[in-house]
């Protein structure tokens, strides 16, 4: 199994900065694809960003150019770099894995964006 624990969620302004940090514990060997994921209220869970063991990554439309995804391999941790966010980026924040196992997601952090 493995456990993921997020941080750095909270309240930050239109157009501000913001990292969100996400750290793997357990059957970490096991890590393929680190993704995070989130979830506002009345709206299904959406993929944000993606990256692969070899560090190809992938972003939703409406957050390209403006976040980036980065992981640690020696560490396995996984960061989201939220930059210019918008109001419309407020939500739960969740990170997920894809292992040999299986998926595994975190417990969320919050981040709303307003001034």
């Known amino acids: 199994q493995v456990q993921l624990v997020e941080s750095g969620g909270g309240l930050v302004q239109p157009g501000g900065s913001l990292r969100l940090s996400c750290a793997a514990s357990g059957s970490i060997f096991s890590i393929n694809t680190m993704d995070w994921y989130r979830q506002a209220p009345g709206k299904e869970r959406e993929l944000v960003a993606q990256?692969?063991?070899?560090?190809?990554?992938n972003y939703a439309d409406s957050v390209k150019g403006r976040f980036t995804i980065s992981r640690d391999n020696a560490k396995v941790n996984v960061y989201l770099q939220m930059n210019s966010p918008k109001p419309e980026d407020t939500a739960v924040y969740y990170c997920?894995?894809?292992?040999?196992?299986?998926?595994?997601w975190g417990q969320g952090t919050q981040v709303t964006v307003s001034s």
């Open positions: 990256i692969t063991s070899g560090g190809r990554t």
């Open positions: 997920h894995v894809i292992t040999t196992s299986g998926g595994y």
